[in-house]
T-cell receptor
Framework: AQRVTQPEKLLSVFKGAPVELKCNYS??????LFWYVQYSRQRLQLLLR??SRESIKGFTADLNKGETSFHLKKPFAQEEDSAMYYC????????????FGTGTKLQVIP | GAVVSQHPSWVICKSGTSVKIECRSL??????MFWYRQFPKQSLMLMAT?????????EQGVEKDKFLINHASLTLSTLTVTSAHPEDSSFYIC????????????FGPGTRLTVL
C-alpha cells in the first residue's frame, strides 16, 4: 500500500532563510507526487506536481526515486509562505486515489 | 480557475439525526469527486470516491451505510451522515477531479460538522 511520510510537524525558519520540507513515500508502482498548500482559513490548493517540473512561488521539488523522496525547497523564505504543506502520492496513470502525508506547518519568522 | 463549493460550511446537529453535505463544481464538470475527513491537526483521510452515475467506492473501514454518497449529476455530489453521533464530528472536505490534460483535484472549503 502507498504511504507518505512527512517527518516534521512544524518547521520554523527566518525570513530569507532556505526552506526544505521533507517528504518520503512508499509505493511499489510508478508514483505521481504532489505538494498541496493550505493557507490560514483557505482551502487546500495544489502547489506543484512532479510531472510538471515547474516552479511555483519559488518552490521546487525533485522526485528522487532512489531515496523515494520528494522534498519541497525554496531558497529564500517569505512571510507569506507560512502555511500548512501536504505532500501527496497518487497512483500511477491516474488520480483516482491520492494519499496525503500528515502535513508540515511552515512558520516564517519575520 | 476551477471552483468547488460546499454547503453548508458548518453544521451542528443532535445525536441521531442525519446531515447532508453538498459538494458542487461551479464552472466545470466532474465525473469523479472525492470525500475526505480531517480530524484536528491530522491529515486528510480519503473516505470514498464518488463517480457520477454509479455507486461510490469506499475506503476500508468507512461504513457505506453510515456515509451515504450520491453523485447524481456532473456537478453535484452529496454526502449524508446518517444517525450522526459525536464521534462523527469532524471536518469533511470534498474535491472534484477536472478532466482533460493533467487531471487536477480542486478542493472545496470544507464543512465543519459538530454532533451534540
Amino acid at each position: 500500500a502507498q504511504r507518505v511520510t512527512q517527518p516534521e510537524k512544524l518547521l520554523s525558519v527566518f525570513k530569507g532563510a532556505p526552506v526544505e520540507l521533507k517528504c518520503n513515500y512508499s509505493y511499489s508502482g510508478s508514483p505521481e507526487l504532489f505538494w498541496y498548500v493550505q493557507y490560514s482559513r483557505q482551502r487546500l490548493q495544489l502547489l506543484l506536481r512532479h510531472i510538471s517540473r515547474e516552479s511555483i512561488k519559488g518552490f521546487t521539488a525533485d522526485l528522487n526515486k532512489g531515496e523515494t523522496s520528494f522534498h519541497l525547497k525554496k531558497p529564500f523564505a517569505q512571510e507569506e509562505d507560512s502555511a500548512m504543506y501536504y505532500c501527496a502520492l497518487g497512483l500511477s496513470g491516474g488520480y483516482q486515489k491520492v494519499t496525503f502525508g500528515t502535513g508540515t506547518k511552515l512558520q516564517v519568522i519575520p | 480557475g476551477a471552483v468547488v463549493s460546499q454547503h453548508p460550511s458548518w453544521v451542528i446537529c443532535k445525536s441521531g439525526t442525519s446531515v447532508k453535505i453538498e459538494c458542487r463544481s461551479l464552472d466545470f464538470q466532474a465525473t469523479t469527486m472525492f470525500w475526505y475527513r480531517q480530524f484536528p491537526k491530522q491529515s486528510l483521510m480519503l473516505m470514498a470516491t464518488s463517480n457520477e452515475g454509479s455507486k461510490a467506492t469506499y475506503e476500508q473501514g468507512v461504513e457505506k451505510d453510515k456515509f451515504l454518497i450520491n453523485h447524481a449529476s456532473l456537478t453535484l455530489s452529496t454526502l449524508t451522515v446518517t444517525s450522526a453521533h459525536p464521534e462523527d464530528s469532524s471536518f469533511y472536505i470534498c474535491s472534484a477531479l477536472a478532466s482533460g490534460g493533467l487531471d487536477t483535484q480542486y478542493f472545496g472549503p470544507g464543512t465543519r460538522l459538530t454532533v451534540l
